[in-house]
């Protein structure tokens, strides 16, 4: 998993290099760049929720949209890398020189997190920039809890689609199940756990405690008990949370419990994909 090894570091540079001469990724910085511009230009730090106002109002409502765009983003973008090399020929031909699978597959891993966590931080940074240029107060805490909490659920979806990608034997097989996992994820935060409760009548902590298993749940609790520190926008759910464990808990929670479960599904890709037949 070392960054810097033989060839896990060649074959991170070597993707690097190769992402920063596309369209694509220009096309995805200039998305979120471009989304801060406006977010100013509407005026959206001049209105105020929950007592946020500001710069700390953008990003809360940067949080939100990135909570919906980089799930599906990191998904759709990296559940092809393993399986569509494999398809064109490129992942037999590397594999051919000085190359192990498990440097191979850690050095995507790794490039393909800076590539989708740089654009992300560089908006971030930019709304700062222009924040301190407007005189506008800095929220640096929120604002390094919030580079975290994104670095955090980029990690666990990067880490299961490269699963997914050591898995599938098809690009468009790979597309179909990260669709079908989002789509389950997404449903679970909300719809399912709601309509079990009713019907099942299961205990509502049980359903709480089983909604928090879903990370981008967590994410979304995570990015609200920032700006929310009494959840007041969850209602009764809240109590149960905030009763269980403090705030200063759940937020190292939301940012480590992706980050371990992404490194897991990321483990068991590469030890199937060193173990059986990819090429």
Do not use: C
């Not at 106002?53 to 940067?62: D, I, N």
């Amino acid at each position: 998993m070392s960054l810097k090894g033989n060839g896990t570091y060649e074959i991170f540079k070597a993707d690097v290099q190769q992402n920063f001469r596309s369209k694509s990724f220009w096309l995805y910085t200039s998305f979120f760049a471009l989304f801060v511009a406006v977010m100013f230009m509407t005026g959206i730090t001049e209105s105020q929720v929950i007592g946020f106002v500001g710069l700390s109002r953008l990003l809360v409502t940067f949080m939100q949209v990135s909570m919906v765009i980089l799930p599906i983003y990191v998904l759709i973008s990296t559940v092809r890398s393993l399986v569509g090399e494999k398809e064109n020929g490129v992942l037999e031909y590397t594999l051919s020189l000085p190359i192990s699978y498990s440097q191979y597959f850690w050095g995507k891993f790794w490039s393909r997190f800076v590539v989708i966590y740089l654009p992300v931080v560089f908006a971030l940074i930019l709304a700062v920039f222009w924040g301190m240029l407007r005189h506008l107060e800095i929220p640096w805490k929120l604002f390094f809890l919030y580079v975290f909490l994104l670095a955090s659920m980029i990690f666990f979806f990067l880490g299961l689609s490269m699963y997914i990608s050591a898995r599938s034997r098809t690009q468009e097989n790979a597309l179909g199940i990260s669709f079908m996992i989002w789509i389950f994820l997404v449903a679970f935060m909300d719809i399912l756990l709601i309509g079990m409760m009713l019907r099942m009548r299961i205990n509502p902590e049980a359903v709480i405690s089983l909604a928090l298993l879903n990370p981008l749940q967590v994410f979304r609790t995570g990015s609200l008990i920032l700006f929310d520190p009494k959840l007041t926008v969850m209602g009764p759910v809240s109590y149960y949370i905030l009763d269980t464990v403090n705030r200063s808990t759940f937020i190292a929670f939301a940012i480590e419990y992706p980050i371990i479960l992404g490194l897991i599904l990321a483990w068991l890709g590469n030890r199937y994909f060193k173990r059986h037949d990819v090429v």
